[in-house]
């Protein structure tokens, strides 16, 4: 019986004893509490390495710290690229301008149309005020009017209307040769034309305008201040940027016709304009609008790359309503050139109507006389400035009236 008491006895000393190592253990184990730094902190890291918070290209002589010191900084948004989960906002809407009116444009365009043209009315009224008409007067008038431009034809025309009428006439006043050129002017000129643009199909389609012309000439500018006239004057309009060779051409247009509200179709560079002119057309049917302007590519590489794509262009329009007008436009100052252009589109398409840009800065006006003449069809809009309102419907009188001057 004592053997067994010694036993447990023994037995329970053991187990104490184990036990105490183990607590004795792990209480070694255990991190040591955080204390104050010390004036010689532990080092951590080697002297050639940065700490957290310093700049690595720049070596610091001051005391190292340990990784529990050390507080890592609270993430703040950048100023200059803020933290935002909100949508884009969109770009404002261009604001729609209100063109200026059609009616009567020409006259109060005409000092600026006069300063560069009445050098030719000038040039007939000193001539014609000489007091004997010898026949080197009369050929210095000839070669007046063939300077601007008007064409060997009408110039003999006007300049043996002029020996009968004066001759007639016997006495001169000025205001009796003003009145005389004024005449002439206006016949060769042409009053009984029609120069409306046709914008109203008669059907419940939209009138469909169709615009050609060499690159260069201010074609697709001449397009989208076209569409501020018809705008102008209560027309609805639809735009279709059918040149597709011009990287510029259509976001030109479609910028044209954002500032008065009319919606520019177009299509990827280099794309189809046959396609584009019908939808176009086709969006145009669809929105109710009154009139469909198409600008089309304006190159003149081989005639028959030319026919061969206005004639398509102009078929696969057709198939949704007949073309109304097909506007030609020429630049003015080119002249004789202007004229070899003319033809060839003549020969390409019917052309119905023709528009002259850069009138203001030729002293060229006869050139409206020559082209009338080479194509057979009138004059309907002319160009007097890089203004987005400088395009203006022709009026024969108003022209005139600023060639001959006051």
């Given at each position: ?9 023994i037995?329970?000393?053991?187990v104490?004893?184990i ?16 204390k ?9 890291a080697p ?20 990784i529990?010191?050390?507080?890592l ?5 950048s ?6 989960t ?11 301008e209100?063109?200026e009116?059609?009616a009567g444009?020409l006259?109060r ?5 006069s ?17 004997h ?9 000839e070669?007046?009017?063939l300077?601007?431009d008007v064409?060997?034809a009408?110039?003999?025309e006007l300049?043996?209307r ?6 007639v006439?016997?006495t001169?006043?000025?205001e009796?040769?003003r ?5 002439e002017l ?6 009984d034309l029609?120069?409306?643009v046709k914008?109203?199909s008669g059907?419940e389609?939209?009138?469909i ?17 076209l569409?501020?006239v018809?705008v ?8 279709g ?17 954002e500032?008065v509200g009319?919606r520019t ?15 176009a ?6 929105e109710?609008?009154?009139v ?13 790359g030319l026919?061969?794509?206005l004639g ?6 057709e198939k ?7 506007l030609?436009v020429l630049d003015?100052?080119t ?9 060839v589109?003549?020969e390409v398409v ?9 009138l203001?800065?030729?002293a060229k006006?006869?050139i ?7 194509l ?17 419907p022709f009026e024969?009188e108003?022209?005139v009236?600023a060639?001959?001057g006051?």
């Open positions: 019986m004592e053997i067994v008491i010694l036993a447990v006895v037995a329970v000393v053991v104490g004893a036990g105490g190592l183990v607590v004795g253990s792990r209480k070694k184990k255990q991190l040591p509490e955080a104050a730094p010390s004036a010689t902190p532990t080092i951590t002297p050639a390495e940065p700490h957290v918070g310093d700049e690595a290209e720049t070596p610091r002589d001051e005391a190292r710290r340990t529990e010191e050390v507080d900084p609270v993430a703040e948004p100023a200059s690229a803020p933290v935002t909100e949508e884009p906002a969109a770009p404002p809407a261009p604001e729609i209100t063109p009116p059609t444009r006259v365009l005409r000092t600026r149309l300063r560069s043209q009445n050098a030719l009315g000038k040039g007939l009224l000193t001539l014609l005020s000489r007091e008409l010898d026949e080197d007067t009369w050929e210095e008038i070669d007046t009017l300077t601007a064409g060997v009408p110039t003999q300049v043996e002029l020996r009968e009428r004066v001759r006439l016997g001169r006043t000025p009796d040769l009145a005389l050129l004024r005449e206006l016949t060769l000129v042409g009053t029609d120069r409306t914008t109203d059907l389609t939209p009138a305008v169709m615009v050609v012309g060499v690159n260069g000439t201010g074609k697709t500018t001449t397009t989208g201040k569409a501020r018809l102008a004057d209560g027309r609805s309009v639809v735009l940027a059918a040149d597709t060779f011009r990287a510029a051409a259509a976001d030109q247009l479609q910028t044209w016709g500032r009319a179709v177009r299509g990827p560079e280099g794309g189809d304009p046959a396609s584009i002119a019908f939808d057309v086709k969006e145009g049917i669809a109710g609008a009154d469909v302007l198409v600008d089309t590519a304006g190159r003149l590489h081989t005639k028959t026919m061969d794509e398509k262009v102009k078929r696969v329009v949704h309503a007949p073309l109304d007008e097909v030609l003015a100052t002249g004789q050139n202007g004229l070899v252009q003319a033809r589109f003549a019917d052309i119905t109507g023709i528009v002259l840009t850069k203001d800065g030729t006006g006869g409206v006389v020559a082209v009338q003449r080479e057979g069809v009138p004059v309907k809009l002319i160009g007097l400035g890089e203004g987005a309102d400088d395009l203006a024969p108003a022209f009236d060639l001959i006051d």
